[in-house]
């Protein structure tokens, strides 16, 4: 570039605009959109809370209380998986999504569909089946965060689990195939997929 083309971009960086130069305006632009974004992220992780979750939704006297007695919520280790570990991706542009898909539940709790623990059982098992849905569609992904079939031991496995495990991976099965009521509760009415066989 030559020194007249470098002179002719940054006389067009310092020319003023009606008031400001255009570099002035594209430093306090800079910083104010790394100040928007940090304060977007912080907001949407402050939303991640499990304090956040309890407090916002219809879930502090039902599916919390439910989730309390799992190992997910006590366990040898002292790992914890929150609501946000299972429920929400951890992708920028899932996350987004699933938060607006999530808004539907507080949507429920304002117009009165779910504002009572009686209302909330009656419409368990449609939440739970969006739910495993939204699971199936996603390979499980929030469970294969912290699970993974290659990370399995077969020693530490009982047999019939490791079993279950290899036939689930061999028959491209997710963990919510099997694994529904892990963390709360199933629904009245629920019967899992092979239950008759096993009775």
């Known amino acids: ?35 928007f974004w940090g304060g ?20 502090r006297t039902t599916v919390y ?7 997910h919520y006590s366990n040898r280790t002292g790992v914890r998986a929150t609501c946000a570990d299972c429920h929400v991706p951890r992708d920028w542009t899932n996350k987004m999504i699933r938060k607006v898909r999530a808004s539907y539940e507080l949507w429920g709790k304002i117009t009165g569909k779910i504002d009572t623990p009686e209302k909330f059982e009656a419409n368990r098992m449609a939440m739970a089946e969006r739910e495993w849905a939204r699971m199936r569609a996603t390979d499980s992904i929030e469970c294969r965060n912290c699970h993974s079939f290659e990370a399995m031991s077969q020693e530490a496995q009982k047999k019939t689990a490791h079993k279950k495990h290899v036939e689930a991976r061999q028959q491209g099965m997710t ?16 019967r899992k997929p092979g239950a008759e066989e096993e009775e």
């Not at 907001?43 to 407090?55: D, H, L, P, S, V």
């Not at 963990?175 to 629920?190: K, N, V, Y």
């Open 65 to 71: 209380e439910e989730y309390k007695t799992t190992i």
């Open 175 to 190: 963990c919510i195939d099997c694994h529904q009521g892990i963390a709360h509760r199933l629904p009245r009415g629920f």
């Open 1 to 35: 570039m030559t020194a007249s083309g470098k002179s002719g971009w940054w006389a067009a960086l310092r020319r003023p605009s009606a008031k400001y130069s255009l570099l002035a305006l594209l430093v306090v632009g800079f910083f104010g959109g790394i100040l």
């Open 40 to 59: 977007f992220n912080t907001g949407m992780e402050a939303t991640n809370a499990m304090k956040f979750c309890i407090a916002c939704h219809e879930m």
